[in-house]
């Protein structure tokens, strides 16, 4: 595991101009926000992460990226994806306070509902014409701190 502190962070971002090109990221650790809110201001456009406050459950955390991804991949906007995600999350069985988990995700930069910021697709339409488009999960093990 490596440790990354959040102004470190953020300097290699702006050093690398990494995120000149990158549009979407999604933090999927407890406590994320902060680590989130360092892509936004380093210009990624559409930022996925955990509340500052909480922590998320394996379970939930798993059922939202794996409907946010498929979402996307099936050419849904950021928000669509996102609010789809939230919706899988609400509706599993297996999760214990399936409310109070969907809540904990934060789409960034956090915009009103009347912003257009989020409503676009950033993959098109990569699953047309699939029945099934699966959607397997990786995990990279990087802790980040702010």
Excluded at 18 to 40: D, I, M, R, Y
């Amino acid at each position: 595991m490596h440790v990354v502190k959040g102004k470190e962070l953020q300097r290699l971002l702006e050093a690398s101009r990494v995120t000149q090109n990158l549009k979407f990221v999604f933090v999927s650790a407890c406590h994320s926000e902060p680590v989130g809110q360092c892509f936004v201001k380093a210009g990624v456009d559409h930022v996925v992460a955990i509340d500052t406050n909480y922590g998320v459950l394996d379970i939930a955390a798993k059922v939202f990226c794996r409907s946010l991804y498929s979402a996307l991949l099936a050419g849904k906007t950021v928000r669509e994806a996102f609010n789809t995600a939230q919706q899988t999350v609400r509706m599993e069985p297996a999760i214990r306070e399936p409310f109070v988990e969907a809540a904990k995700f934060k789409l960034l930069p956090e915009v009103s509902d009347d912003d257009t910021a989020h409503d676009v697709s950033i993959f098109g339409d990569l699953c047309d014409g699939v029945s099934f488009c699966y959607v397997p999960l990786h995990f990279t093990r990087i802790l980040l701190t702010v």
